[in-house]
Nanobody, 123 residues
Framework: VQLQASGGGLVQAGGSLRLSCAASGRTFSNYAMGWFRQPPGKEREFVAAISRGGSTTDYADSVKGRFTISRDNAKNTLYLQMSGLKPEDTAVYYC?????????????????WGQGTLVTVSS
């Protein structure tokens, strides 16, 4: 499956942004999905995950209550709605896919990755 993330940009602290990840090449609903991010100078970290059908989700503690992961299997698209953004949310955000339906926060368990989209939150 090929993944194309989009929707990043510059936003003020407290603002909102919605990221999208368009999937192609394989049946999107066969993959559990995740969002990861890599802040400047830091390692890539888990943000959120969603099951194949969208009924189960998981979030990093740092984004719980502020970010919402969702998917539209009819449109082959994954979303990340971000609100209450903070400067520490500044990062390149990546979408990723894994064949197994169980949610995972481990980078190594995702076999397919998008190219990343930059989110910059100004204070």
């Amino acid at each position: 499956v090929q993944l194309q993330a989009s929707g990043g940009g510059l936003v003020q602290a407290g603002g909102s942004l919605r990221l999208s990840c368009a999937a192609s090449g394989r049946t999107f609903s066969n993959y559990a999905m995740g969002w990861f991010r890599q802040p400047p100078g830091k390692e890539r970290e888990f943000v959120a995950a969603i099951s194949r059908g969208g009924s189960t989700t998981d979030y990093a503690d740092s984004v719980k209550g502020r970010f919402t992961i969702s998917r539209d299997n009819a449109k082959n698209t994954l979303y990340l709605q971000m609100s209450g953004l903070k400067p520490e949310d500044t990062a390149v955000y990546y979408c990723a896919a894994r064949v197994k339906n169980a949610l995972s926060n481990r980078i190594g368990e995702y076999g397919y990755w998008g190219q990343g989209t930059l989110v910059t939150v100004s204070s």
